[in-house]
């Protein structure tokens, strides 16, 4: 779709948004017009009903026929239901909704939300969909599925979000005066700024095919240690981004702020009420659901991991490591296995919240725990690209394999080229941790090639604290080959380029762009390639 055509889309209703993609003007219906579509029918909202918010997408297991649509009420509702139609017209159909709630153990407040799961759609298809329940307005967006077998396409990357709104009232001790006088003056429910914000229309100004989040979605957790309500916050964030997130799916992995006191044996209940994300063996634990997964757009086999089970870090609501029992681990090797003897695959790309090279100077840094559980198999199986957050700023390594027989298990480069890696012979690791966080912390790195490991925790917590601190190692750096060191806030853009002929280089081009303003005016600060061969070398057909 050309970007004047999809900039229409984004700003007309299901209804226009039909019209002007069918190029038919707004005229009475004669009286021997088909019936019109479900898509150009409206429902006047009824008082009282709760209204459609934070519509969200997310791929299915096969991302070129399958797309979920979600959204979020604060009370149960009469017949939850997607009808869904295409840009050409048609009558569409009706795919009703599963819903899936879950009761907040701080504020106690239930949540609903509602998942209509779409199958049997058409790759690298646009369609137009209206979302909605008995006595609400519906809501409407469009998507385009994946395409199926090699072909281009750009996705784009960041964590570390928070959200936007005002909720609480800052109180100013006695004597001080207010500088807004009378007026009382209110600020984040959480750690938030305004580019959680303007960073949705970044992302619309580049258009991608879909989003990661890289962990720390909205940080309710924290909302809740400061007396906020973390379903607010939650639905804040949802809002917030449903600007974009009802165009395109934004597929996350769980940080140490999605571990929320309460909400479950591992505090995911939320995260796992809000996102219907693809199957894989973690669903048939309903503890873990959700908690990772993986995805084919392409040639490129994505995989989310939730690190809380490997990190040695102390920085959830609760200590997780190990919950999994060894299950993640032994599901992420058949993943790669599988990933990598599969002729269709080119790319493996990893998400995932800890990082395993970090350049900061007193921030959490790399977990040890992290680059023992992942870093073999990584290796082992040629793990192109892995994006993180975490850290509140963005940096990139040289490719990387094998590590150091020290204490702190350093990467060792294996090139390099400030402007082209070769995936081939490394895994290349990117910190995108600087999605919208006011704690940022770009002007906190070593000033020469260093970083820092946590290798241990304290015996116990300091009086007072709420977790056991961490015990760091410092490490020379070989790894390491870009750091931001003065925006605040950024995300990263990759264009897949699959190349034309069998057994030949395909290429990833990657931007780290920084924004401006509600209108998302984008400044690149980063540029570089990755390349690889293609696995289609052999005669024969593809895997």
Known sequence: MSIARRSILKGTSAAGAALVAGGAAAQPAAADDPAPSPLLQTTPHRIGAPSVSGVHLQFGTDPSAEMTVSWITPQSVRRPLVRLGSPDGGHGRVVEAETRTYRDALGKDEVYVHHARLTGLRPATTYLYTAGHDGASPESGSFTTAPRGRAPFTFTSFGDQATPNLRRQLVFPDGMPSPLGKYPVYMSSQIGSPHAADIVAAVERVGPLFNLVNGDLCYASYSGRHGQSRTATWADWFINNSRSTRLRPWMPCAGNHENESGNGPIGALGYQAYFALPDSTA????????????????????????????????????????????????????????????????????????????????????????????????????????????????????????????????????????????????????????????????????????????VGLEDKPAPGAPYRESIWLTEDAPWAAYQDRVHTHGFAAFEVDPGDRRGGTTMMRVTYYTFDGPHGDLTPVDTFTLHRRRTDGESGDEG
């Open 283 to 454: 669903d048939r634990d309903e503890e873990t659901r959700g908690m990772w997964y993986a995805f084919t757009v392409g040639s490129v086999r994505f995989i989310s991991l939730a690190n809380d089970d490997t990190a040695i870090q102390n920085s959830g609501e609760t200590y997780l490591r190990g919950y999994s029992g060894g299950a993640q681990q032994r599901w992420l090797e058949r993943e790669l296995r599988t990933a990598r003897s599969s002729r269709a695959i080119d790319w493996i790309v990893v998400c995932m919240h800890h990082p395993m090279i970090s350049s900061s100077k007193h921030g959490s840094g790399s977990d040890l725990g992290v680059r023992e559980a992942w870093g073999p198999l990584f290796d082992a199986y040629g793990v192109d690209l892995v994006v993180s957050g975490h850290e509140h700023y963005y940096e990139r390594s040289h490719p990387v394999r094998g590590s150091l027989p020290n204490d702190t298990r350093t990467p060792v480069p294996t090139g390099t080229d400030p402007s082209l890696a070769d995936t081939g012979r490394g895994t290349v690791h990117m910190v995108i941790g600087a999605g919208g966080n006011a704690a940022t912390t770009q002007d906190d790195l070593f000033d020469r090639p260093q970083g820092r490991v946590v």
